[in-house]
T-cell receptor, first 111, second 116 residues
Framework: TQLLEQSPQFLSIQEGENLTVYCNSSSVFSSLQWYRQEPGEGPVLLVTVVTGGEVKKLKRLTFQFGDARKDSSLHITAAQPGDTGLYLCAGERGSQGNLIFGKGTKLSVKP | NAGVTQTPKFQVLKTGQSMTLQCAQDMNHEYMSWYRQDPGMGLRLIHYSVGAGITDQGEVPNGYNVSRSTTEDFPLRLLSAAPSQTSVYFC???????????????FGPGTRLLVL
């Protein structure tokens, strides 16, 4: 059973378009993280959201944590080819705060 | 700081062979963990450690052993490799871990393992 469902699995868009990636669960998480991974490299943390309803912005990226802390979204405005990569969401749970990862969204931004 | 380093980058094994994947960090992090990443599966936690001498199982521990004799190193051992263990393995570390600590987890570059 996949605790964190990410959608879409693949996304191919043109430079300048906007997009939203979703991360949904039936479980409550104490926090949720978004990572970006490039081919041949490890994931790199983009943001951590903790409070239900929280919104964080990182330049053209906007992250939102659902009010019930079960879901999150990542919105990219005016996507650029440099945004291409695998975007992973990860929920923190358990007494040790271990991470449960979604399967990822593979984004391709064409010039 | 070198961050999190992993060796080797690539490895090919035959079924039944054993090997150790090395992971080291120079950031004095207490928490270290091993994940495997398979196509369409995301990252799954294999084992983790909250400090030297303390290890625990994650989501998919079968077929793997770990130990943590020092703060810096957290090797992952495959005792008898199987084709199902073909994957990309990532080591990660953070200063501490505990629910709500929000510590940044740093990932190594990965080890690509093929078991024939």
């Amino acid at each position: 059973t996949q605790l964190l469902e990410q959608s879409p699995q693949f996304l191919s868009i043109q430079e300048g378009e906007n997009l939203t990636v979703y991360c949904n669960s039936s479980s409550v998480f104490s926090s949720l993280q978004w990572y970006r991974q490039e081919p041949g490299e490890g994931p790199v943390l983009l943001v951590t959201v903790v409070t239900g309803g929280e919104v964080k912005k990182l330049k053209r990226l906007t992250f939102q944590f659902g009010d019930a802390r079960k879901d999150s979204s990542l919105h990219i405005t005016a996507a650029q080819p440099g945004d291409t990569g695998l975007y992973l969401c990860a929920g923190e749970r358990g007494s040790q705060g271990n991470l449960i990862f979604g399967k990822g969204t593979k984004l391709s931004v064409k010039p | 700081n070198a961050g999190v380093t992993q060796t080797p980058k690539f490895q090919v094994l035959k079924t039944g062979q054993s090997m150790t994947l090395q992971c080291a960090q120079d950031m004095n992090h207490e928490y270290m963990s091993w994940y495997r990443q398979d196509p369409g599966m995301g990252l799954r936690l294999i084992h983790y450690s909250v400090g030297a001498g303390i290890t625990d199982q994650g989501e998919v521990p079968n077929g793997y052993n770990v130990s943590r004799s020092t703060t810096e190193d957290f090797p992952l051992r495959l005792l008898s490799a199987a084709p199902s263990q073909t994957s990309v393995y990532f080591c990660a570390s953070s200063y501490s871990k505990g629910i709500g600590t929000q510590e940044t987890q740093y990932f190594g570059p990965g080890t690509r393992l093929l078991v024939l």
